[in-house]
């Protein structure tokens, strides 16, 4: 009877007692497919999170844990420091919901980093340190003062969800001389282009021209399915940090140096020296040399290594060959790109670079990635039948 | 611009204003296909949840939302009086969980139950009472104290997880003669037959035997999607409850009067009085007469209208006609049985009982639901080819 | 052994024996979750499919297969008359392959048409006729003999992918004499609005201005599942046809009738009287009552009965309350509708037509399907906190 | 009109011209990920199908892009000699399949291999040749002289489905005299463990004891998906091949040379050379030191880089430390393995060999693989609390 039961509700479980921890069914880490690029692990990280100990809805340990479950390398966990809609309950204490989830990203080798969220009217709006000391001493009253202790103790500041209508009843983001003098202090160093599903223009603008880092995080305050429906395969937004090792000290100097994109929704933000080679190590053309009979359609078979759909238009036009102006690399899987000769009596062999606009990499507000395929076809002549 | 980032990331979000409750992304609710039967509501239950105010790891609204996206009609918050871990955070209050998680119900026409676990040494083990009017009262230290208390507050009480393996390391459920004395005394009215993933058939014997309500509950303490892989269709288990109405009174009713099965695991197990009604009302034979020309197939076409997968064996056997000994009648889904004449000479009519054992409808831990499908067959001699 | 060996490998199988019909794994069928209409059968057919006896890659069972797995009603066998790539394999019968489709659809319930495709040049390009008796008399050289005689035969006759490539290189629709010709000699009665993975526009228009039928076919030549990723949940178009009864004669009345409708990806095109039918059988309001307390915010709760995710944007704007501007209501869920009050002190209560354009209901190429909640409103003032 | 109809219906397609090729929707391919082993290139191979040619129901080129599709390496059509139930239809070719298919699977880079499927009464029952020059010559009377044809072709000949039911009633395989002389002969070389979805424990017995090569084949009739639920993930048993090289020769000589494994159904079938590495190859614990203080647990990351979950049972059991008797390595995940120590106070550092029976991984019938993970232990005590 007991091997009976017990398979037939599978690998067991459970959940014990009195001052032990809690034993569980399996448990298993999917892994975000986004290559490494040359000279830098490709990390995924969340650097703006809530618990039970600000506004959020989860015990901290379970920000690690999802962020282990998936596949994310770090998270921030960032309580509002001015709004503690549970103190009645749950007293405030700014340092304690690092303290739980730290050791149980340690035991999954989740980076659990330590930040808070400076809560004020705008401007300067939201703004959140990550990497911080102690979250305590920005419990201060002039914002322009949790800032400066934020700063001085090493922390990298940035503004969240600048575009947000709780503060912009437009949904336009909009700067202000206090972002400017933030900025002049070395306090401000990246604007959040995403928050959760939001994406802000005017963000991603001011971060090309003003030199900031792009940050995508996903704000989370529910536990993640509520939020991301995940049955769907809905995934929370994160920020690709290009670090020259998997460390904390590896992310901050990366966030520093502004080496990061945003990925959320199956698109990339970011600058061409990081979306291209992404690009360059998620994709292998299988076969670039093809035989063209006649009218009859050749493949070019092209792999995508990487979980992202590249969307790829607006090809480039030639005399001589015909090819799909549109055509999704889909993730993890090979595609065939159908080449065709415009003739056929076309004779002799030629060189093209076929050209594509990859739609969802974005490079500004208004560009995207332009990559190429070398192809070599050599023709042959095919008499009318 | 906007109308570009808007349509990019979809239907908008969004998330707070000081002071004010979040607003998010469209909420769904997707419902749990098992039918009514007739002269009762199937409604779906969970008599065993966890919050931060014990050992859990979400805020107790949480609970309310996870219930009705996942089509619950009903939820018991039932925090451990004993156990609490998290006081030096979170100080005890019995009572605040249910005063949490009910007004998020009652937006949500979730039916949220105020309960409490009872959690001690084996024997008795851990008790829930659910339906209680306070719960602070039990926190008192003789166990049959704290039953009594409940009892006298009109509480529905069961055992938890009779054979956890925190208090029966073989794993084996174990009666003891307290459980006998609380029988008696009309305290301990029902058993959990499944808690999590596991079934205890010993319990499942003591139901039939001494005429207790058959339980299945989740005692889920991390978000559901940590504790059940959602993203590959996973779910809690639940208490079917057959009651007069949709109400907290409808279901108090039915637990006391035993009209309760459980579903876990696509399996479900209860009395055949509810198993067989939920069989009638699921299953629809499209066609019940066939033409059988030789020995050419004909298909008997049958819709299931649950989302259950009954599980067909054991076909009853017959000199005239064959069937597939094994059928799975796929959730929301038409099947073929397919029937076959063993003669090609056989001519005439005939009616037939073609009998199956549900295997997945459990009626004791030995016996499994009998049903039979009514077939009429026309045999057309086929002479040979 | 042999219990375990069936026991990993699942519920058995298999295959043919010398001169015998082939048996197979368990087939099931899925509903196409669309309901009926006061007054009608919503009936799910597709009007043109091609098998190996043209230039299709199937056996013509497969077709009478595939309509019944993926729940279609009807499905018409339209082989090219003129164009037969197999024949030197297969020598041409134009007869053939609807003798093959039909007795497999008959064991299955699947209603099985005969048909062709009339394959000219432009104009005027191809057309199918359906419900013919004898498809060997169209092939005969003048187009305008091969739909006299279809004509004679009483079959429904409908113009084929008028913007196809292969024929307008630009993808552009155009009307040519020779369509006014057929269609006042009654001869021409429905246009493909939708073939394949083509929308139409300007024949959407057609159908309104010269009162034709709509109709979304697949034009289907490989498997089903090599032309729709099915493992991702892709579908074929098919066209409604809201018949008195399900039988070949309800669907030739209602084609000559135009009571059809278009679906394909997830969107309805057809005329507001079966577009609106279709939307209220689908969509109940499970509270239309709500109580709101100051600002904070109150549910419509709304269940859609249907496949189909409504898309509703534009909401009707009010000045007491607020309500989403866009909402999808998910196949198969329930979703909430959140409204709030715009001042906290209102009181009183009120009646509100929450109106949306349901913006994958397209009764034009450029309007969508109104549609209005009705909603009582109790307001309810809430002093500042 | 034309980018807002493109928009709706995605990346545009569409279906033939006049005498040319038929174009479609992007064809993607999804990998199988098996990895290489040492010294061999792991090759997945179909060796058995059968196509409107014979009593199959796809035109032959369905074949090669079905296999292209699903990751497959090679593809054989072997269409029965004898059993030609479409040939009033289509006459009698055994070349043509074999014709139409190669140059399709060419151009997608899958390797067609020619066969023939030799189908008689039992004994000797129905055979595949594969690798054959010419089809035609096996068309012979005495079934001796058809497999000495085939034989003196080079041919790789292997008995099919050998307790397939409709030539053994009770599903048992069983070795006739004939099979004794087949392989004195060297003609008889392989025999099909896995047909379709039967496993035959007879026949795998016979390949280890007569030195007999391991196939697992589809035998497959209908397109794919009808024959394998393709939307719940199911697919087609492979012959994993491990070849010196990618090519038909590569191919051949492994056959010949027993380097084959079976794959369906999740598992694995084969000798321990190739599934020992095969789970080497596939599995990667990330952290082998773990260190445990008092009772808490730790946890052993381990990755499975290929597609197959292995299922380990039979954890060994050791006095000074607890590990789960049963654990899934989800495949492309990271499962957890969680250690603890069994007293509170130990201290010290200890080296295990933690092992485990691979259950769905089958050296024979009755014996699967045995693997081991080295772990380091550090033991921290822990006072009690």
Known sequence: MMTRHRFIFGLGCLILLCGQAVSHDPRYRTPIRIPDIPGYKTLK????????????????????????????????????????????DLPTNHERSFEIAKPH?????????????????????????????????????????????????????????????????????????EHTDLVEKGQLRGIEVINAREYYPEAHRWCLEKNLTILANSDIHWPLNLDYDVRQGD????????????????????????????YAAGMLIGKEEFLGPIFEASVEVLNSSVELRGTRPSFVRIHNHSEIDFELTGASSFVEISAPDELV?????????????????????KSFRLGYSVDNLKLTPDRTLSIAFPIEVTFVPEPEE
């Not at 999170?49 to 901290?60: C, E, K, R």
């Not at 930040?115 to 002039?142: C, I, K, W, Y």
């Not at 995934?235 to 992310?251: D, H, M, N, Q």
Request: hydrophobic share 35%; net charge negative; charged share 25%.
């Open 105 to 177: 990203g340690d035991r999954l080798d989740v980076i659990v980093i330590k930040g808070s969220e400076v809560t004020r009217d705008m401007p300067p709006g939201h703004l959140n340190a990550v990497f911080l000391e102690q979250a305590g001493p920005l419990d201060t009253e002039p914002w322009s003062q949790a800032l400066e202790e934020a700063h001085s103790q090493g922390a990298f500041i940035f503004w969240n969800h600048p575009g947000w209508d709780g503060q912009q009843s437009d949904g336009v983001a909009r700067w202000y001389p």
């Open 235 to 262: 995934k929370r937004p994160v920020t690709l940090v290009f670090a020259e090792e998997r460390s904390a000290e590896g992310i901050k100097k990366a966030l520093f140096a502004r080496r990061t994109a945003a």
């Open 329 to 349: 690399l889909r993730g993890e899987s090979t595609v065939l790109l159908q080449i065709r000769s415009t003739s056929r009596e076309r004779s002799g062999s």
């Open 45 to 88: 990280c969340d650097f703006h999170t809530h618990t039970v100990f600000s506004d959020g809805a989860v015990w901290p340990d379970i920000r690690s844990e999802e962020a282990w479950r998936e596949g994310l390398d770090a998270v921030a966990i960032t309580e509002h420091i001015e709004y503690q809609p549970h103190k009645e």
